[in-house]
């Protein structure tokens, strides 16, 4: 299984748990899958079952794909592996 680090765009609604004055916010995360596809999926899924507004996600591709990580980020990827869990590595409110 493989994880892929994805950038996801979230725009507003109601109980999201962003700030007042944002008009949206911007997460970083590690999914497991399969393939991309199931990562993506299943870290959508999560993500509106928690009540967030997904707008879009990137992929920034997998471990392997990925030569600029740290030792503390592969230590997540490691986590999100081994649970098989999605790990949100940073979340950031935007504002106008």
Known sequence: MDVF????SLGRKEGDGLPDAATGGAMMLYAPGRDEK?????AVR???DA????LEVSSEGTESERGDL???ERE????ARAE?????????????
């Open 51 to 54: 009540g967030l507004n997904v």
């Open 70 to 72: 740290q030792s503390d």
């Open 84 to 96: 098989n869990s999605v790990v949100v590595v940073q979340t950031e409110a935007l504002y106008d």
């Open 38 to 42: 199931e990562a993506v999926n299943d």
């Open 76 to 79: 997540l990827i490691a986590k």
């Open 5 to 8: 680090t994805l950038i996801v």
């Open 46 to 48: 999560l993500l509106r």
